[in-house]
């Protein structure tokens, strides 16, 4: 499959390159995408650097990890060229990074599940990867026994399906918790959030049978 990330910081990195590993290509992208040639480097050949514009063309899926206040601009500025698009979004509020609307996400009963959806309609979006620590991914994927578990919400059967596959790929279980709206179950100061519960854990935590 053909994954456009946007956003190759911390969490884009490491995620990009367990899918690169595991036979995807991948596309890196970046505002400054001359600053990425060593982590293409160390991808390896299923890999490939490009400009945000590039990511969007190329990817069947769209892994989106950039700061919580960017989302927003961003489905303004792209949101035409995601449509219909699976895309899949990690950001955390930290207001103390993203200001007035990491707190406003933060104070509101809805989850950054819903806030994600209004941002960016039109997508198949799948809220994956926000509730587990860089490091976790780095030193825990593809572990022996019980693997970390990466909760998602989304609304669109088929690309939850996907992004299943794609985490499982990535060396993760993945735990389905329900639509959008359930994002809240793994949002920040959630019971899951960055405990790195196993798949296992968190079902029974958040009371889920499958
Ligand atoms: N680090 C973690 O453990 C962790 C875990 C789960 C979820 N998260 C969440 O996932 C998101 C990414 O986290 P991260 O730790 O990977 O952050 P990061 O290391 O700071 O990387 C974020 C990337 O976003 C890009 N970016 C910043 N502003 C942008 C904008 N306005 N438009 C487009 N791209 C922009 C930057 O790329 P360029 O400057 O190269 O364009 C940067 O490399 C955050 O919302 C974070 O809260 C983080």
Redesign the pocket.
């Known amino acids: 499959m053909k994954i456009g990330i946007?956003?190759?910081?911390?969490?884009?990195s490491v995620v990009g390159t367990l899918w690169a590993k595991a036979g995807h290509q991948v596309l890196f992208s970046?505002?400054?995408p001359e600053?990425l040639d060593e982590l293409v480097k160390r991808a390896g050949s299923n890999t490939s650097r490009g400009s945000?514009e590039e990511a969007l063309v190329f990817g069947e899926v769209i892994f989106l990890?950039?700061?919580?206040v960017?989302v927003q601009?961003?489905g303004r500025d792209y949101g035409k060229r995601l449509g219909g698009k699976i895309v899949i979004e990690?950001?955390?509020p930290?207001p103390d990074r993203d200001g007035a609307i990491g707190q406003e996400v933060r104070d509101s009963p809805l989850g950054t599940g819903i806030y994600s959806q209004r941002w960016l309609p039109n997508t198949r979006l799948v809220r994956a990867?926000?509730?587990?620590?860089?490091q976790t991914l780095v030193s825990e994927a593809h572990r022996d026994g019980d693997q970390v578990g990466i909760p998602l919400a989304g609304n669109d059967g088929e690309a939850l399906r996907i992004v299943s596959d794609l985490v499982r790929q990535a060396g993760f279980d993945p735990v389905i918790v329900g639509p959008l709206e359930r994002a809240k179950d793994f949002d920040f100061g959630s019971k899951v959030y960055n405990t790195g519960m196993t798949g296992a854990e968190i079902r029974k935590e958040l009371g889920i049978r499958s």
């Open positions: 946007i956003g190759s910081g911390k969490i884009g970046s505002r400054h600053q945000i990890s950039i700061p919580y960017a601009e961003f990690t950001g955390n930290y990867f926000n509730s587990v620590w860089d």
